[in-house]
């Protein structure tokens, strides 16, 4: 999956570090990533040089150094995020892609980094002023923590928990497409856990209300950070409960749901997502029992 580095490892504890000319910056306008598409397609993120001399072309006078964030540290290289809105860069090999065009691309290390990067940037963003008072917020001097200085509030990353749901019936897995959505491959049913809720009934209730049927034998797989939507993905199978394979759609939810043989599953492992993981592990037979 995406978490599992090609090489190298996620050095994710906060520091206090200065920008190097080679240090990649995230920066962002709205929902879009700056970054550079090469020849082969693989996407690479700008440097702190590229960053500064765009600035410095532009007279962006609010471009300084404090105003870049460190966040981690991957493959030997330090990843920064520039906390304001960025313009568009006098390099023009440069673009802005939408943050959902990330698992597109090819190196698992990058796209894991820049995921991640875009976790933060988003949180950081979101939590420039204190949501309690309104006063401008503060960087904790020891952890990675947003800090109000009027009322002491204290603000941490956000990370959202939901599931992805394998349901089997026998030797056949229920697929599903999203609707009214841009990402129309299959996928499973998927949804975030609610407040007071176990990840077991967030499982049986999103299958219920999006496919209306009852499952058993929940069972445990794997997990994914998953950065794009700041969220932790909990991976579960579980059974169908009964015979029947009598679905209820949710259509502002859901495009289409079927339950396909093991041997025939429309859709194969990509190497990035918890989801296309358990497909393969079902095709295989290798899901938790």
């Not at 809105?85 to 820049?114: H, W």
């Not at 992805?164 to 299959?186: M, Q, W």
């Amino acid at each position: 999956m995406l978490q599992d580095l090609e090489y190298g490892r996620l050095e994710n504890e906060f520091r206090h570090t200065a920008p190097v000319a080679t240090a990649k910056v995230v920066c962002a306008q709205g929902s879009r990533l700056l970054v550079r598409r090469k020849e082969d397609d693989t996407l690479v993120l700008p440097t702190y040089a590229e960053v500064m001399a765009w600035a410095k072309e532009k007279g962006w006078t609010h471009w300084y150094e404090n105003e870049v964030q460190y966040v981690f540290r991957m493959q030997e290289e330090d990843y920064f995020i520039w906390m304001g809105e960025a313009g568009a860069p006098a390099d023009t090999s440069f673009c802005y892609e939408p943050a959902m065009t990330l698992r597109q691309v090819k190196s698992k290390n990058i796209c894991y980094a820049m995921m991640t990067a875009w976790h933060l940037f988003d949180w950081y963003r979101s939590n420039r002023f204190c949501g309690r008072c309104g006063a401008k917020t503060k960087h904790d001097e020891k952890e990675r923590m947003m800090r109000c200085p009027e009322c002491n509030n204290m603000i941490f990353p956000k990370i959202a928990p939901s599931v992805i749901v394998g349901v089997t019936h026998g030797d056949r897995l229920l697929l599903s497409k999203y609707a009214n959505r841009s990402y129309t491959r299959y996928g499973m049913i998927a949804g975030f856990t609610e407040i007071g809720e176990t990840v077991e009934k967030t499982v049986q209730r999103e299958v219920m209300e999006e496919v209306g049927l009852k499952v058993k034998n929940i069972r445990y797989y794997k997990t994914q950070p998953w950065g794009v939507t700041g969220g932790l993905l909990l991976g579960y199978f579980c059974d169908l409960d009964g015979e029947g394979e009598d679905i209820t759609l949710d259509r502002e939810e859901l495009a289409m749901a079927e339950f396909f043989p093991r041997n025939n599953l429309p859709a194969h492992d990509d190497g990035i997502s918890l989801t296309r993981e358990m497909m393969r592990m079902f095709e295989e037979g290798r899901e938790p029992k």
